[in-house]
């Protein structure tokens, strides 16, 4: 049983937009994150966002994503603006029982499920 269903991933140019989706109602009422792994990289935290919608960030990507949450839908989003040839990898969302993310929102052991992932290509 998937817990976690991405979408929304897909080729764009650098400067482009995407919105990324994830389809969780076992997890949209807890802390929620995306993670992305590019090639040869470990998997790295992009945001996360909690039980009350407060949000954490990656610097790289501050000011540029945003993330959020539908809860009539059961959907956390991953708005992607300004996109560059760096944001290029495989995006996964990840969920976790407890509903704040805290200091630790980046830690891939902090998360109990994850997505298949959704690919991300951006050309410069």
């Known amino acids: 049983q998937d817990l976690l269903v991405e979408s929304g991933g897909g080729s764009v140019q650098a400067g482009g937009s995407l919105r990324l989706s994830c389809l969780s109602p076992?997890?949209?009422?807890?802390?929620m994150a995306w993670f992305r792994q590019a090639p040869g990289k470990e998997r790295e935290g992009v945001a996360a966002?909690?039980?009350?919608?407060?949000?954490n960030y990656a610097d790289s990507v501050k000011g540029r994503f945003t993330i959020s949450k539908d809860f009539g839908k059961n959907t956390l989003y991953l708005q992607m603006n300004s996109l560059k040839p760096d944001d290029t990898g495989l995006y996964f969302c990840?969920?976790?029982?407890?509903?704040?993310?805290?200091?630790?929102?980046?830690?891939?052991?902090?998360?109990?499920?994850w997505g298949q992932g959704t690919q991300v290509t951006v050309s410069s």
């Open positions: 990840a969920g976790v029982s407890a509903y704040w993310c805290g200091g630790g929102w980046d830690a891939v052991d902090r998360y109990d499920d």
């Open positions: 076992t997890y949209i009422g807890y802390c």
């Open positions: 966002i909690d039980k009350d919608s407060r949000t």
